[in-house]
């Protein structure tokens, strides 16, 4: 293992990682994450949050973008990639979405349906963003930012999505909430605006640790594994942690 970015270089609390593998890039969602569920008054340090992006070739900065607007709090969670370069990324605290787009970082789309937005992802054909939040998964137009939730079958549920991955038509959904505790492939119609079914393909995973974001490579779904998954009470299953990474066989 070698330090790819070292510590001074501007990172605080990363979330999102990925790949720009055209332009040999490695976008970083950083800042300092709101607590969403506390009722407390927020530390004065937190709800500044950014996104950067560091050269493959030797890790040194390529572009930052930083978004303080403290009394607002904001937490950007995970993002996309375009092909033409552009970035997306979901901001947890403000159920929003915003995009760097010719070197700019500006809100995208923000909506009430958009509740804790967190797993975000790119059809093929650049058109369609899907976006996870607790309410469920929603589809937003590139093209006219218009947002409509994904119609989903009496019997299937996508709410409280974590990672969010597309996969052969579908998506993959890491749903870490207690109530469920699973990893779901959800098969989309074939205009992708509406689920028709919904498959569990990883359950109940051991309670050390509580199911995260997720990736696909080939056939092949890692998924992050990291503290304790908690019972639905809010109590940790675990004394403590055991963080890993798991590897599931889509086919």
Excluded: C
């Amino acid at each position: 293992m070698t330090v790819f970015v070292p510590r001074g270089s501007g990172l605080l609390e990363v979330l999102g990682l990925k790949v720009d593998v055209d332009r040999r890039l490695l976008w970083a969602v950083n800042g300092a994450f709101p607590d969403l569920l506390s009722r407390d008054q927020p530390k004065p340090e937190v709800g500044v949050t950014g996104v950067h992006s560091f050269r493959l070739a030797d890790g040194k900065l390529a572009a930052k973008y930083w978004l303080d607007e403290r009394p607002i709090l904001h937490g950007f969670n995970d993002l996309a990639l375009a092909r033409n370069g552009d970035v997306y990324i979901t901001d947890s605290a403000e159920g929003a979405v915003y995009r760097v787009h010719a070197g700019k970082l500006a809100l995208f789309v923000r909506d009430e349906r958009l509740t804790i937005a967190n797993g975000i992802v790119l059809a093929p054909d650049q058109k369609r963003l899907y976006v996870a939040s607790v309410e469920g998964i929603s589809l937003i137009d590139t093209g006219t930012r218009k947002l409509q939730r994904l119609a989903v079958p009496k019997d299937a549920s996508v709410n409280s999505i974590d990672g969010l991955a597309y996969y052969l038509g579908d998506l993959i959904g890491v749903q870490s909430s207690p109530y469920l505790a699973r990893v779901v492939r959800i098969a989309l119609a074939s205009d992708g605006r509406s689920v028709k079914r919904v498959t569990t393909i990883n359950s109940r995973s051991p309670p050390e640790y509580g199911q995260t974001t997720a990736a696909v490579a080939g056939d092949q779904l890692y998924v992050v594994g990291g503290a304790p998954a908690n019972d639905t009470a809010g109590a940790p299953l675990a004394k403590e942690p055991k963080p890993q990474i798991v590897r599931i066989p889509l086919r």
